[in-house]
Protein backbone atom coordinates (compact mmCIF):
# COMPACT_ATOMS: atom_id res chain seq x y z
CA UNK A 1 0.00 0.00 0.00
CA UNK A 2 1.48 3.40 -0.95
CA UNK A 3 2.53 5.36 2.20
CA UNK A 4 0.71 8.41 1.33
CA UNK A 5 -2.71 6.15 0.92
CA UNK A 6 -1.85 4.33 4.22
CA UNK A 7 -1.40 7.97 5.90
CA UNK A 8 -4.43 8.98 5.09
CA UNK A 9 -6.32 6.07 6.42
CA UNK A 10 -4.65 6.47 9.73
CA UNK A 11 -6.02 9.91 10.01
CA UNK A 12 -9.57 8.77 8.89
CA UNK A 13 -9.67 6.39 11.59
CA UNK A 14 -7.75 7.70 14.16
CA UNK A 15 -8.76 6.38 17.54
CA UNK A 16 -10.33 9.31 18.81
CA UNK A 17 -12.91 9.79 15.90
CA UNK A 18 -14.28 6.41 16.89
CA UNK A 19 -16.50 7.38 19.59
CA UNK A 20 -18.42 10.15 17.65
CA UNK A 21 -18.73 7.31 14.38
CA UNK A 22 -20.09 4.79 16.74
CA UNK A 23 -22.19 7.14 17.72
CA UNK A 24 -23.28 8.48 14.63
CA UNK A 25 -24.63 4.87 13.62
CA UNK A 26 -26.62 4.62 16.74
CA UNK A 27 -27.98 7.95 16.80
CA UNK A 28 -29.22 8.29 12.91
CA UNK A 29 -28.47 4.41 11.34
CA UNK A 30 -30.55 2.49 14.13
CA UNK A 31 -32.30 5.27 16.64
CA UNK A 32 -34.22 2.49 17.77
CA UNK A 33 -31.17 1.49 19.94
CA UNK A 34 -31.03 4.51 22.38
CA UNK A 35 -34.82 5.33 24.30
CA UNK A 36 -35.50 8.54 24.86
CA UNK A 37 -33.03 10.11 22.41
CA UNK A 38 -35.44 12.70 20.40
CA UNK A 39 -34.43 13.90 16.97
CA UNK A 40 -34.13 17.73 17.72
CA UNK A 41 -31.35 16.85 20.07
CA UNK A 42 -29.73 14.36 18.27
CA UNK A 43 -26.99 16.90 16.78
CA UNK A 44 -26.45 18.21 19.97
CA UNK A 45 -25.85 15.29 21.43
CA UNK A 46 -23.34 14.57 18.71
CA UNK A 47 -21.71 17.87 18.88
CA UNK A 48 -21.12 17.50 22.94
CA UNK A 49 -19.90 13.82 22.41
CA UNK A 50 -17.06 14.83 19.70
CA UNK A 51 -15.70 17.50 21.54
CA UNK A 52 -15.33 15.47 24.83
CA UNK A 53 -14.24 12.88 22.88
CA UNK A 54 -12.31 14.17 20.17
CA UNK A 55 -11.76 18.21 20.66
CA UNK A 56 -10.69 18.06 24.01
CA UNK A 57 -8.08 14.91 23.96
CA UNK A 58 -6.57 16.35 20.78
CA UNK A 59 -6.03 19.49 22.23
CA UNK A 60 -4.47 17.59 25.45
CA UNK A 61 -2.37 16.04 22.88
CA UNK A 62 -1.32 19.36 21.57
CA UNK A 63 -0.09 20.49 24.68
CA UNK A 64 1.82 17.30 25.34
CA UNK A 65 3.85 18.58 21.88
CA UNK A 66 3.86 22.20 22.47
CA UNK A 67 5.84 20.95 26.01
CA UNK A 68 7.83 18.66 24.30
CA UNK A 69 6.68 15.57 26.16
CA UNK A 70 5.86 14.32 22.73
CA UNK A 71 7.94 14.19 19.64
CA UNK A 72 5.31 14.13 17.18
CA UNK A 73 1.45 13.07 17.01
CA UNK A 74 2.32 9.53 15.58
CA UNK A 75 3.57 8.50 19.20
CA UNK A 76 5.99 6.12 17.33
CA UNK A 77 7.21 4.71 20.25
CA UNK A 78 5.60 2.88 23.33
CA UNK A 79 6.90 5.46 26.25
CA UNK A 80 5.72 8.34 24.16
CA UNK A 81 2.01 6.56 23.90
CA UNK A 82 1.68 6.13 27.51
CA UNK A 83 1.20 9.75 28.95
CA UNK A 84 -1.01 10.66 26.40
CA UNK A 85 -3.33 7.59 26.63
CA UNK A 86 -3.23 8.06 30.11
CA UNK A 87 -5.03 11.56 30.00
CA UNK A 88 -7.27 10.69 27.37
CA UNK A 89 -8.60 7.50 29.69
CA UNK A 90 -8.53 9.89 32.42
CA UNK A 91 -11.11 12.24 30.57
CA UNK A 92 -13.02 9.48 29.03
CA UNK A 93 -13.44 8.59 32.90
CA UNK A 94 -14.89 11.72 33.80
CA UNK A 95 -17.35 11.87 31.08
CA UNK A 96 -18.42 8.79 31.88
CA UNK A 97 -18.84 9.47 35.84
CA UNK A 98 -20.89 13.00 34.49
CA UNK A 99 -23.02 10.95 32.45
CA UNK A 100 -23.60 8.41 35.31
CA UNK A 101 -24.87 11.30 37.25
CA UNK A 102 -27.41 12.39 35.17
CA UNK A 103 -28.27 8.84 33.93
CA UNK A 104 -32.17 9.23 34.69
CA UNK A 105 -32.15 11.90 31.74
CA UNK A 106 -30.19 9.49 29.09
CA UNK A 107 -30.46 6.14 28.14
CA UNK A 108 -28.68 4.17 30.29
CA UNK A 109 -26.79 2.32 27.64
CA UNK A 110 -24.84 5.23 26.96
CA UNK A 111 -23.06 5.20 29.83
CA UNK A 112 -22.07 1.72 29.61
CA UNK A 113 -20.95 2.50 26.36
CA UNK A 114 -18.17 4.55 27.68
CA UNK A 115 -17.99 2.78 30.83
CA UNK A 116 -16.67 -0.33 27.94
CA UNK A 117 -14.38 2.60 25.80
CA UNK A 118 -12.57 3.73 29.50
CA UNK A 119 -11.88 0.05 30.24
CA UNK A 120 -10.31 -0.32 27.31
CA UNK A 121 -8.48 2.66 27.13
CA UNK A 122 -7.30 2.16 30.78
CA UNK A 123 -5.88 -1.76 29.30
CA UNK A 124 -4.38 -0.12 26.71
CA UNK A 125 -2.42 2.35 28.75
CA UNK A 126 -1.55 -0.52 31.05
CA UNK A 127 -0.44 -2.91 27.84
CA UNK A 128 1.36 -0.15 26.54
CA UNK A 129 3.99 0.06 29.66
CA UNK A 130 5.02 -3.47 28.13
CA UNK A 131 3.70 -4.02 24.18
CA UNK A 132 3.08 -1.01 21.91
CA UNK A 133 -0.41 -2.40 20.81
CA UNK A 134 -2.52 -0.68 18.20
CA UNK A 135 -4.88 1.79 19.43
CA UNK A 136 -6.59 2.59 15.66
CA UNK A 137 -7.93 -1.12 15.65
CA UNK A 138 -8.37 -1.85 19.67
CA UNK A 139 -10.64 1.50 18.71
CA UNK A 140 -12.08 -0.34 15.72
CA UNK A 141 -12.46 -3.52 17.61
CA UNK A 142 -14.63 -1.62 20.51
CA UNK A 143 -17.18 0.20 17.93
CA UNK A 144 -17.73 -3.67 16.21
CA UNK A 145 -17.81 -5.37 19.47
CA UNK A 146 -20.69 -2.58 20.60
CA UNK A 147 -22.54 -2.87 17.65
CA UNK A 148 -22.79 -6.84 17.44
CA UNK A 149 -23.96 -6.66 20.98
CA UNK A 150 -26.88 -3.88 20.04
CA UNK A 151 -27.97 -6.43 16.74
CA UNK A 152 -27.36 -9.56 18.72
CA UNK A 153 -29.79 -8.08 21.56
CA UNK A 154 -32.63 -6.53 18.63
CA UNK A 155 -32.34 -8.47 16.23
CA UNK A 156 -31.98 -5.09 14.27
CA UNK A 157 -31.16 -5.66 11.09
CA UNK A 158 -29.81 -1.96 10.16
CA UNK A 159 -26.53 -2.45 11.80
CA UNK A 160 -25.86 -5.56 9.85
CA UNK A 161 -24.36 -3.12 6.94
CA UNK A 162 -22.37 -0.84 9.48
CA UNK A 163 -21.29 -3.84 11.07
CA UNK A 164 -19.83 -5.49 7.62
CA UNK A 165 -18.30 -2.00 6.69
CA UNK A 166 -16.67 -1.22 9.63
CA UNK A 167 -14.94 -4.63 9.41
CA UNK A 168 -13.53 -4.29 6.21
CA UNK A 169 -12.15 -1.00 7.15
CA UNK A 170 -10.44 -2.54 10.45
CA UNK A 171 -8.98 -5.02 8.04
CA UNK A 172 -7.88 -1.87 5.44
CA UNK A 173 -6.49 -0.13 8.54
CA UNK A 174 -4.31 -3.39 9.43
CA UNK A 175 -2.87 -2.95 6.12
CA UNK A 176 -2.44 0.70 6.15
CA UNK A 177 -0.27 0.39 9.44
CA UNK A 178 1.50 -2.14 8.68
CA UNK A 179 2.44 -0.11 5.15
CA UNK A 180 3.74 2.26 7.77
CA UNK A 181 5.84 0.32 9.81
CA UNK A 182 3.87 1.40 12.57
CA UNK A 183 2.95 -2.30 14.09
CA UNK A 184 3.52 -5.68 14.02
CA UNK A 185 0.79 -7.90 12.78
CA UNK A 186 0.18 -9.41 16.33
CA UNK A 187 0.25 -6.18 18.09
CA UNK A 188 -3.05 -4.84 15.78
CA UNK A 189 -4.84 -7.89 15.83
CA UNK A 190 -4.65 -8.28 19.48
CA UNK A 191 -5.68 -5.00 19.68
CA UNK A 192 -8.83 -5.75 17.65
CA UNK A 193 -9.50 -8.45 20.03
CA UNK A 194 -9.49 -6.89 23.15
CA UNK A 195 -11.39 -4.05 22.14
CA UNK A 196 -14.24 -5.86 20.80
CA UNK A 197 -14.00 -8.59 23.58
CA UNK A 198 -13.95 -5.64 26.62
CA UNK A 199 -16.62 -3.43 24.74
CA UNK A 200 -18.69 -6.43 24.22
CA UNK A 201 -18.65 -8.23 27.15
CA UNK A 202 -19.04 -4.58 29.27
CA UNK A 203 -22.19 -3.94 27.28
CA UNK A 204 -23.87 -7.56 27.44
CA UNK A 205 -23.15 -7.50 31.47
CA UNK A 206 -25.28 -4.38 31.89
CA UNK A 207 -28.06 -4.68 28.50
Known amino acids: MNKQIAQAISVVTHPLLMPSL????????????????????????MLIIFICTFAVPFLALFMLY???????????????????????????????FFLNKIQANI????????????????????VT?????????????????TLFVFAFRTGDRALLLPITLLTLLAGVTVSARLALDAHKINELWSAFLMGSVVNAACLLWFY
Open 66 to 96: SLRVIKNFHLPTKEERLVPFMMTTLLYAILT
Open 22 to 45: LFLILLYQAPTMLLGIQESIRGSL
Open 107 to 126: DYKIVYIFFGITLSGSLLTV
Open 129 to 145: YFWKISAHTLALGGIIG
